[in-house]
């Protein structure tokens, strides 16, 4: 079936126990055993059912079965926030003294979970630049776990070549890990050979800006079993469960061997499970995402129009305005439109972006993305303010730019919002 029609029906007809067809919220912790033999059976994974809401909720698993079946993918795994999803979907392969092979356009809050965190647990990042794939192999050794890469990075908004590094880390025997929060309905990660897909849902999936939420999807596809020697957390006895090799105890469930070991050790270990009042008000979001992602699509391609016709404007970043190889990634990766962000810059530099955000009454001055209403940032003084003006260059923020995330508001009235703030920049 299509996205608008999973987007509503995806794993899920109605409630077994009262019929309701919303998706009732489960708000429990735990749920009864029907007797010792069921409660040894779900424990040893001999059968699957519900145990504690830490590692599953039925709310939380319509949502992971829904957005499973939009991607394409085998199983999903429901978190806390775009954060955790990052987090559990590198520890999932990688331990102390392992390495993964980064692209360099990352969210900042990914970029200091690898360079910071992980690193100080072991885990090594190697940053490489995504405008060359074979980057990914020359960066590869017998330690490397696995890539990671968003598709559509801001503030550069220049698409990740998905197929590329996935065929070059396929014939390598390592996974490409993509982070698809800021093109969900728009690209398939997996149609392009990815093995694992996250999301913060915070943002287009929830729309409304009320809930922070992440997700990460096995596509199924990656043998593991291939390449046992690169994946002892996958194919080796893991000793927090009795000796379990998740390759092998998966085999009766389906190609998800990765997606059950983040849930039964990553999620009963650390915890950031979703709340089912969250996963509740991420399904009410997913039910119109894809028609929000068209709405957004066209009105970031007026507002890109828009700006580069204005005097005041020295650049437009905007998928739908690049040329060469960029623009050639962005109409292979993206189908239906070139995403909600936009990125600008302003003749009259920092002062200018100060003045632009001030002068805004419409569009909110906010640290997101993704949400239904159109939302600036001026990263200057804000997101970037504590790196050096070079490292700042290096990131594709100059003085004078300006993030905007399109919302689904009528065109007209964005577009005299933004017109009216430029009469002050
Ligand atoms: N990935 C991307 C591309 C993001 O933009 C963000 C947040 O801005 C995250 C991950 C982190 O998500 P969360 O804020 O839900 O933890």
């Known amino acids: 079936m299509h996205p608008e029609t999973l987007a509503l029906h995806g794993g899920y007809r109605s409630d077994e126990a009262t019929g309701s067809v919303a998706v009732p919220i489960y708000q429990t912790t ?112 017998a330690r490397t776990r696995c890539y990671y890469a968003e598709t559509l990075p801001n503030p550069k908004l220049q698409v990740f070549p998905i197929r590329e590094v996935a065929e070059i880390g396929r014939a390598l025997g390592v996974p490409l890990i993509v982070d698809n929060t800021a093109a969900p309905v728009l690209c398939r990660p997996f149609d392009h050979g990815a093995a694992v897909v996250m999301y913060s849902t915070t943002k287009y999936i929830g729309g409304h800006g009320t809930s922070i939420g992440g997700l990460i999807i096995d596509g ?64 009410q979001g997913l039910e119109t995402l894809p028609l929000r992602m068209r709405t957004h699509c066209a009105n970031a391609a007026a507002v890109a129009d828009a700006l580069t016709k204005h005097d005041k404007v020295t650049k437009v970043i905007f998928p739908g305005h690049q040329d060469g190889e960029v623009r050639r990634r962005a109409e292979a990766y993206l189908a239906g439109g070139f995403g909600g962000l936009v990125g600008f810059e302003l003749a009259g530099g920092r002062e200018a972006g100060r003045r632009f955000i001030d002068a805004l009454k419409l569009v909110y001055h906010v640290a997101n993305i993704g949400d239904a209403r ?52």
């Open 374 to 425: 159109t939302l600036a940032i001026h990263p200057a003084s804000t997101t970037h303010s504590q790196l050096s003006q070079e490292d700042r260059m290096s990131t594709g923020v100059s003085e004078g730019y300006v993030r905007l995330s399109v919302g689904i508001e009528h065109i007209d009235d964005i577009l005299s919002d933004l017109a009216q703030a430029l009469e002050a920049a």
């Open 30 to 141: 735990s749920y009864q055993f029907r007797h010792t033999q069921h409660a040894e059976d779900l424990f040893a994974l001999r059968e699957l059912g519900n145990i504690y809401t830490r590692i599953m909720n039925p709310t939380c698993d319509v949502l992971e079965r829904r957005m499973s079946a939009i991607d394409g993918g085998a199983a999903a795994l429901a978190v806390s926030s775009g954060q955790a999803a990052s987090t559990l979907a590198v520890l999932n392969l990688c331990q102390a003294g392992d390495n993964f092979v980064s692209s360099t356009d990352l969210y900042g809050g990914t970029w200091n979970l690898f360079v910071n965190t992980l690193k100080g647990m072991g885990v090594d990042v190697r940053f490489v630049d995504p405008a060359d794939p074979e980057a990914f192999a020359r960066a590869t050794d």
């Open 220 to 283: 199924g596809g990656f043998d593991w079993e291939a390449h046992a020697e690169r994946f002892p957390t996958l194919c080796q006895p893991d000793p927090s469960y009795h000796g379990a090799v998740w390759t092998e105890a998966a085999k009766p469930l389906g190609p998800i061997a990765y997606i059950l070991r983040a849930r039964v050790v990553l999620l009963r270990d650390i915890g950031a499970a979703m709340s089912p009042f969250n996963a509740f008000m991420f399904l």
